[in-house]
Each structure stands twice: as structure tokens, then as C-alpha cells.
């Protein structure tokens, strides 16, 4: 079966439905949001929706970057600032998936970045990048976050809190959170199987990341 298509809502929806599924969140742990082509506005979760019951009905269309809403919901979820702000800094992004996976949010609480093992993880992910905590709903967290992937970094750790992975379509944003976790995953089986303060976990050689960059590589 391929990935929906058509209404970004019902993309969403779906986004949200599988991260449910797929373990990489529980209940309503993140919000996410797809920018309507054209438009200087985005959908994003309202204010206490559960990723796993989302239906078209469970968005507000916000303005680029100030958050008036357009259309839907009258409350969008208080993690509002953190899409809209990254939207005006990444003119390439369309979709934002801000989950709170627990592996990735352990590993940068401890002190490990997330290791980029397998040709999956490089591909899809690039590099990660984190940053502390910042209160969650805070203006101060959405600038910090949107000034952390202003370079193009796609896939960003939020100290304690979760993650914020972006793309240009919501199918490559869910297969980056997917691959995010699963990265994490992988590396803290790695450390406790190398027992050692992550320098001898085995990353996907070089020579790969480099052809990513120059598009000659797949996953
Ligand atoms: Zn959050």
C-alpha cells in the first residue's frame, strides 16, 4: 500500500496514528504540523489531540510565523511557536514531526549523541542534532530549536523533551522520526554492549556519508 496522499490533515493523521503503533511515542506525547502549499500558514495539532485519534477536525491553520489561526481549531497545541518558527527559517521545510521518543530523549539526558550505524540512519538522517532544555511551549524553546536546523540540519534532540525532525514532505518527516529512534535504538544497545563511553560504537563508514552528500548513494 503506498503513503497517503492528498489533504496534509489526513497525512498527518496518519503520521500520528503510526507513531502510536510503531512504539515511538505513547498517547499524545508531540504535535505535528505540514505547511499548505502556496501559503504562508501551516496545520498543526490543536491543543490536546492524541496523535493516535487525529481526524481533520483536530488542526489549526496558523500564520507564518505569527500563529494567527486561519482556519479550524481555535487552539492549537502550545508547541504552536516551535513549528511556526521553524517554517520561517526553512523556506526547503513543509512538514515538522516534534515526537518525544523516549530512547533519543534518554540518550542526550545522558550525555551520548545519537550514533548513525546502519546506511538507513545516514541516509535518512544526515546528522543529528541536539540542543538543551528550554520550557516546553516557550518562545524561547521554538527560536532555539528553528536556529538549530537553520544550517539544514533536519533531524534536532530537544534536552528532555523530545525531537524535532523535518522534511520537505510529511512521508520523508515520518521516515526521518522513524529512523531517529531506531538510530537511538541501536545506540544504546551499542553502549551497553561495549560498555564504554560511546567511542567504540561502529558508525557507518565515511566513505557513505560522503556519497550521501554528493547524492550518490541510496539507502
Ligand atoms: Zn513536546
Redesign the pocket.
Known amino acids: 500500500m503506498s503513503y497517503p496522499g492528498g489533504d496534509l490533515r489526513d497525512q498527518l493523521a496518519h503520521v500520528g496514528a503510526e507513531a502510536v503503533r510503531t512504539g515511538l511515542v505513547i498517547g499524545s506525547?508531540?504535535?505535528l504540523s505540514a505547511r499548505e502549499p502556496g501559503q504562508d500558514a501551516c496545520w498543526v495539532t490543536s491543543s490536546g489531540s492524541w496523535l493516535d485519534r487525529l481526524d481533520r477536525g483536530e488542526f489549526s491553520l496558523l500564520a507564518i510565523p505569527g500563529g494567527e489561526v486561519r482556519d479550524g481549531r481555535p487552539t492549537p497545541s502550545s508547541?504552536w511557536r516551535?513549528h511556526t518558527e521553524t517554517y520561517a527559517r526553512r523556506p526547503d521545510v513543509n512538514a515538522v514531526i516534534?515526537?518525544?521518543p523516549q530512547t533519543s530523549v534518554l540518550l542526550s539526558a545522558l550525555g551520548h549523541d545519537v550514533a548513525l550505524l546502519t546506511t538507513d540512519h545516514a541516509y535518512y538522517l544526515r546528522e543529528v542534532a541536539t540542543v538543551g532544555f528550554d520550557q516546553?511551549?516557550t518562545a524561547d524553546l521554538a527560536v532555539t530549536a528553528a536556529e538549530a536546523v537553520a544550517g539544514g540540519v533536519n533531524a534536532l534532540v530537544?534536552g528532555h523533551?523530545?525531537c524535532s525532525v523535518l522534511a520537505d514532505t510529511v512521508e520523508l518527516a515520518h521516515k526521518r522520526a522513524f529512523n531517529l529512534e531506531e538510530a537511538a535504538r541501536a545506540t544504546y544497545s551499542a553502549l551497553l554492549l561495549t560498555g564504554d563511553d560511546g567511542s567504540r560504537i561502529p558508525r557507518v563508514p565515511q566513505r557513505f556519508l560522503d556519497a550521501v552528500r554528493t547524492g550518490e548513494a541510496s539507502a
Do not use: A, D, I
Request: charged letters at 10%.
Open positions: 506525547g508531540g504535535n508547541e516551535l516534534h515526537l518525544h516546553p511551549g530537544l523533551h523530545g
